[in-house]
């Protein structure tokens, strides 16, 4: 073979070679391809609404700062924005507080039926102060009546691993006790 025909097959596997990498590259890239093409349209640009729009806002910037009246309107109407935004804010903290106390306090509120978190403080710390007074007297009320027979129960059931014959023993116990100076007290003495 002649060097001229060389290089022409040499030129001809290396222009295949490049016509089977695109090839590749393509069938690997679809995607990439499809978005390259929705990417480069672009619509046709309208210079007249791109200039009056760049005169509309030149004409805003000016006038904002030129004109007292507008900017006194933009001041207030900030002012009112922002202070509209901190009772927004306000009122979020004010619940979550309401709520904090309210958990805190929340069997002094159920005992009055009150089951709202937002309940006011106010009337949180009143049912608190209730709530506080009623124990106090079903303690004093109960370490006469229901308490012994619990405690003396209680120590039974150790022994007898029976709950109810427990209570049962406790409450003859209780009864027993408490009756005892009454009948004694009926009994004529000699």
């Not at 690997?28 to 480069?40: D, G, S």
């Not at 124990?135 to 109960?142: E, N, P, R, S, V």
């Amino acid at each position: 073979m002649e060097e001229k025909d060389k290089n022409e097959l040499a030129e001809k596997v290396e222009a295949f070679a490049r016509e089977k990498e695109k090839r590749e590259i393509e069938a690997v890239n679809i995607f990439e391809k499809k978005k390259q093409e929705i990417a480069t349209v672009e619509p046709p640009k309208d210079e007249k609404s791109e200039l009056i729009e760049g005169m509309f806002k030149d004409g805003i910037k000016y006038q904002v700062a030129n004109n007292e009246d507008l900017q006194n309107k933009v001041l207030e109407t900030a002012k009112t924005y922002t202070e509209t935004k901190m009772q927004v804010i306000q009122t979020n903290v004010d619940t979550e507080h309401k709520e904090a106390v309210f958990n805190n306090k929340k069997d002094a509120c159920e005992s009055y039926g009150f089951n709202e978190k937002t309940t006011p403080i106010w009337a949180t710390k009143f049912m608190a102060i209730g709530y506080s007074i009623m124990l106090a007297i079903w303690l004093f009320i109960g370490s006469f009546t229901f308490m012994p027979v619990i405690f003396v129960a209680k120590k039974i059931s150790v022994g007898l691993k029976k709950t109810w014959i427990a209570v049962l023993f406790a409450i003859l116990i209780y009864l027993g006790v408490v009756l005892s100076p009454l009948l004694i007290a009926l009994i004529p003495h000699s």
